[in-house]
């Protein structure tokens, strides 16, 4: 069974927006730090966006601040990543993780378990 799934991604030019989601099973989404990273082609996966889903607490990587959202929505245990004023260089396959721990400062450095991903193509 998936416990992740993430959907949403596709071709975007860049200035337009696009809203990933994460499917999370019930036991996955409860009382779980969720997040969002990205591997860019080339690149080692880096961290975009963390929330808590038993106090909604979110925490967001430098580069994320601003332009990206992470949220939640209880009754359907999902995560959200709303992207806009997107450019060229977010383009890469966008993952869903979760760890059984509260997020905090050091939520990137965390150990996660993986959706399979959404690929997110941002054109000039």
């Known amino acids: 069974q998936n416990q992740l799934v993430e959907s949403g991604g596709g071709s975007a030019q860049a200035g337009g927006s696009l809203r990933l989601s994460c499917a999370a099973t019930?036991?996955?989404?409860?009382?779980?730090?969720l997040v969002w990273f990205r591997q860019r082609p080339g690149k080692q996966r880096e961290g975009v966006a963390a929330?808590?889903?038993?106090?909604?607490?979110?925490y967001y990587a430098d580069s994320a601040k601003g332009p990206f959202t992470i949220s939640k929505e209880d009754s359907n245990n999902t995560v959200y990543l709303q992207m806009n004023n997107l450019k060229p260089e977010d383009t890469a396959m966008y993952y869903c993780?979760?760890?059984?721990?509260?997020?905090?400062?050091?939520?990137?450095?965390?150990?996660?378990?993986w959706g399979r991903g959404t690929q997110v193509t941002v054109s000039s």
């Open positions: 019930h036991y996955v989404y409860m009382h779980n730090c």
């Open positions: 993780g979760y760890s059984n721990r509260q997020c905090g400062e050091r939520w990137r450095f965390y150990t996660y378990s």
């Open positions: 929330i808590y889903t038993a106090d909604g607490n979110t």
